[in-house]
Nanobody, 124 residues
Framework: QVQLVESGGGLVQAGGSLRLSCAAS????????MGWFRQAPGKEREFVAG????????YNGDSVKGRFTVSRDSAKNTVYLQMNSLKPDDTAVYYC?????????????????WGQGTQVTVSS
């Protein structure tokens, strides 16, 4: 089992940057596919970015391509989401999650473990 704890959320102005962290305990993160999702009020949870298990290559959702970057620090057992050029539409609760199967999981049901979420608010 994996426990995930997100941090780094906050209030930022449009055009600014934030880096979210997802620290894991219980298992080595590199054996899982890791994903970042977000959920705004009244909307479904949306895939943001992911990092493939073992090989560690990354892939992004269409709404954040070119602005968000996911990375992994195996020594710290932590995954990061660097968010640049933030927009008010990026305002949401951001979650990290771990999947133990699949090549490129992007759906909520593909992920087994979830963090509690961290709020990101982008002001205009």
């Amino acid at each position: 089992q994996v426990q995930l704890v997100e941090s780094g959320g906050g209030l930022v102005q449009a055009g600014g940057s934030l880096r979210l962290s997802c620290a894991a305990s219980g298992r080595t993160l590199s054996t899982y596919g890791m994903g970042w999702f977000r959920q705004a009020p009244g909307k479904e949870r949306e895939f943001v970015a992911g990092i493939r298990r073992i090989i560690g290559s990354t892939y992004n959702g269409d709404s954040v391509k070119g602005r968000f970057t996911v990375s992994r620090d195996s020594a710290k057992n932590t995954v990061y989401l660097q968010m640049n050029s933030l927009k008010p539409d990026d305002t949401a609760v951001y979650y990290c999650a771990a999947a133990d199967r699949g090549v490129e999981p992007t759906r909520v049901y593909e992920y087994l473990y979830w963090g509690q979420g961290t709020q990101v608010t982008v002001s205009s």
